[in-house]
């Protein structure tokens, strides 16, 4: 069994998306997805997957079918993206008890993390459902063009 982390799992769909994105309104296949985002194919189609099952990305058969966005940029958080491909939270603690042996401080620790990590949580989720894919295209382009503006500058300098 192949292990993803969470992170990279999202990274790598965002990639996908952005791509699309970009793409639209031409649907476009798993391995011109793989080619311009570097994922490799057999784990970006079980993204693709889970992102069409919660309805993200729509499937298009056919010879000139492939994938597009179901619907627009604006309309899709990092949150819908995070929890179409995970069944758990981000942070994700197990704490293993241990009733025979339990200790005061043990589980007063165990407390603690409880509390911190769902505090957390929240705060992680509500500031993902405020990240719209256009939003991380707007800022994608912004330092692509700022990065092209420095190169064109140092090759003014050289010459």
């Known amino acids: 069994m192949s292990f993803m982390s969470a992170s990279t799992k999202l990274s ?6 952005c791509f699309l994105a970009q793409s639209a309104p031409d649907p476009r296949n798993s391995t011109e997805i793989s080619n311009h985002t570097g994922v490799n ?25 492939g994938f597009t966005l ?31 042996r339990e200790m005061v401080q043990s589980s007063l ?5 409880l509390d911190l990590f769902s505090e957390i949580q929240v705060e992680i989720e509500d500031k993902m459902k405020k990240i ?6 707007d800022q994608i382009a912004e330092k692509n063009y700022a990065e ?7 090759d003014a300098e050289i010459k």
């Open 12 to 17: 790598n769909s965002v990639k996908a998306l």
């Open 148 to 154: 092209k503006s420095r190169c064109s500058r140092a």
């Open 41 to 65: 194919a057999s784990k970006l189609r079980k993204l693709l997957s889970e992102l069409a099952k919660h309805d993200i990305i729509k499937t298009i058969q056919g010879a000139s079918g």
């Open 132 to 137: 719209t894919l256009s939003q991380i295209l």
């Open 70 to 100: 179901a619907k627009a940029p604006y309309e899709i958080d990092l949150q819908e993206i995070y929890c179409a491909l995970e069944d758990r939270k981000a942070f994700y603690l197990d704490i293993t008890e241990n009733p025979e």
């Open 109 to 113: 620790v165990n407390l603690f993390f």
